[in-house]
């Protein structure tokens, strides 16, 4: 019977086509780790102090906010460790946690997203019905869904990943353990369970996607009924953020899992965006364009 876990460590070389640029790279991804950190920070600091933001949309923008600082450190402290020059190295087990941990992440914020829209929607299309729909309790059930489903894909795709044997080359040609890196390592046929991780990833935040569509699809249709141009603009403005920091969520997923020919070069470039930058610009997005956060900050600071 074949060991499956010959490979008791792996090797992350990093970056592609990235030697010799360490120094400028740690600078400049502890600044957006840190600012990123801060940012989310103060959100939920300007959210938790303030008693007229403990509504469901803030509920959900606090979870999002706390999701926002996990999110990158799932790969951010490692890959800082090796850019100030100690030990690329990572346990069979650290390279499995890191795989896990960054699809729950990634998948709970995606169904966050879509929760957050549906909040939307009741709000602007259903306004007198809004505290009963969106009840705490509801409110309360929605946030521990998007966990639990996050919690099963990810289960489910490192399960995936790591029942395969790797007993041989262990060096992952990225910077942190991701599906598409660590099929390569494994000495067995892949072609089926790159096939079957290639439909799991691409439903899940398509379904997501045509479930926020249509949210907004019917929000649409709902301000274009509102008379007042001031009542159109406001509305408007609520969801706007939201849907900036979708677009900025989304298209990273369509850009790194479903291009058919994978350019790892690319795919770092994308995936530091998504991992380091869309959190670091979230707490932007969602104060400068809403005045109840802006005023909470003030008083925070």
């Given amino acids: ?5 010959v490979v008791t460590e792996f090797i992350l070389l990093g970056i592609p086509h990235t030697e010799g640029l360490e120094t400028m790279l740690l600078v400049l991804f502890l600044s957006f780790y840190i600012f990123t ?18 509504t469901p949309m803030y509920f959900f923008l606090c979870k999002l906010s706390i999701f926002d600082i996990f999110f990158p450190s799932v790969s951010s402290p490692k890959m800082l460790r090796y850019l100030s020059g100690n030990s690329r190295a990572i346990s069979y087990a650290g390279c499995a946690s890191q795989l896990f941990f960054y699809h729950f992440l990634g998948c709970t914020e995606c169904f966050l997203y879509t929760v957050m829209a549906y909040d939307r929607f009741v ?22 869904g998007t966990s639990f489903f996050g919690c099963i894909q990810a289960t489910f795709l490192t399960t995936l990943t790591f029942q395969l044997p790797y007993c041989g080359p262990n060096k992952v040609e990225y910077y942190f353990c991701d599906i598409p890196v660590m099929l390569k390592l494994a000495c067995a046929d892949t072609s089926a369970l790159e096939m079957v991780g290639f439909i799991s990833v691409g439903l899940m935040p398509l379904s997501c996607f045509l479930l926020i569509l249509t949210s907004y699809s019917c929000i649409i249709c709902s301000i274009l009924q509102i008379r007042s141009a001031k009542g159109q603009c406001h509305a408007f403005s609520t969801c ?41 610009l979230n707490p932007l997005i969602y104060s400068l364009r809403n005045k109840e956060v802006k005023y909470s900050l003030r008083q925070v600071l």
């Fill in 240 to 280: 706007s953020a939201h849907l900036t920091a979708i677009l900025l969520s989304f298209m990273p997923v369509v850009l790194i899992y479903l291009q058919p020919t994978p350019n790892p070069w690319l795919n770092a470039t994308v995936q530091i965006l998504n991992n380091l930058v869309t959190p670091m």
């Fill in 37 to 54: 950190l801060m940012g989310n920070l103060l959100i939920l600091l300007a959210i938790l102090s303030s008693a007229q933001l403990h």
């Fill in 1 to 5: 019977m074949r060991n499956l876990s």
């Fill in 123 to 144: 709000a602007i299309c259903h306004p007198l019905r809004y505290t009963i729909i969106m009840s705490p309790r509801a409110c309360v059930i929605l946030a521990m």
